[in-house]
C-alpha cells in the first residue's frame, strides 16, 4: 500500500528509525507513511536462505528494508509505480548498506508480469490500497490516493502476485479483515495452503486487519493461526508480542 511521492525541496524527508534503529527509512511528509502494516508485513515475510522476493508497490521501503534485514539470506526487489517513490526507496536502500540485496525497479502492477522480463519469484508479499471504491472513502490527499486507492482493484494486485510468484512459491498479503472473503476468492483459482491471522487492535476488539499466506499450486486445508493483538487497554502502547515484533526481536511465524 505504499506509493509515497518524493518531497518538495521545501519540504526534507523525515528520518525514521525502524527495527529498534537498524532499519533508517526517509519518508516524504506529505505522501503515506509506513506504520504498523508494514512492519507487520515485514516480519511475515519468511523468505529462505537464497529465496528471491519481490514486494509490489514498495514505496519508500517501509516494507522492503526491515524484511531484507530480518532475512539476510535472501535477496529482494521491490516494485514502484511513482518515480519519486523509487528514488527514494534507492536512497534508502544505499543508506542501509542494502545494495547487494535489494533492487528497485520501475513499474505497476496493472501492467503484465511478463513486461519486467525476470523470472518468477520464490516470494511476493504486499500491501495493496485497501480501497477500490472512490466513493467508499473520503477523498485523501492528491500524495497519499495511490495508497489508499486501487485503481484496477483487489484483483488487479492478486492477478499480478499469482503470475509473479513460481509454482510452490509464497503469496503474503496485508489487508483489510472485512476483505478476506474476496482475498480468498481471488487467490484461490491458482493458490491454496492458505494461512490466515487476524490482528486485533485490542483483545475485546473485532480484528481489523488479516495476514494472509497462501502458496501458488498449494493443496492443504486452510489454517485459522492465533490472532495477533496490539495495544492493551491499559498500559503500555503495545502488547508484549506486538513490541517485540515492532523491534525486530520477534517474526510473525507461519509455523
Known sequence: METTPHSSPTKPPSEDRLLGGRVLLRQ??????????????AAACDATEGAR????????GGVLLP??????????????????????????????GLSGRVAIL?????????????????????????????????????????????????STWTGFLLKAVREGGTITLIHRADRLADILALLAPKAGSFQVRPVHPHADAPAKRVLVRA???????LQLLPALVLHPREGAKHTAEAEAILRGEADLAWR
Open 28 to 41: 516524504a511528509l506529505g505522501g503515506y507513511r509506513a506504520g504498523l502494516d508494514a512492519a507487520l508485513l
Open 53 to 60: 522476493v519481490l514486494e509490489a508497490g514498495c514505496g519508500a
Open 67 to 96: 524484511a531484507a534485514v530480518r532475512r539476510p539470506g535472501a535477496r529482494f526487489t521491490g516494485l514502484e509505480r511513482d518515480a519519486a517513490a523509487a528514488a527514494l526507496a534507492r536512497e534508502n536502500v544505499a543508506a542501509n
Open 106 to 154: 520501475d513499474g505497476d502492477v496493472a501492467r503484465p508480469f511478463k513486461a519486467l522480463d525476470l523470472a518468477p519469484f520464490d516470494a511476493v508479499m504486499a500491501n495493496p490500497p485497501f480501497f477500490d471504491d472512490p466513493a467508499a472513502l473520503r477523498a485523501p490527499a492528491p500524495a497519499k490516493r495511490d495508497a489508499w486507492m486501487a485503481d484496477g482493484g483487489l
Open 215 to 221: 502458496i501458488k499450486t498449494g493443496k492443504a486445508p
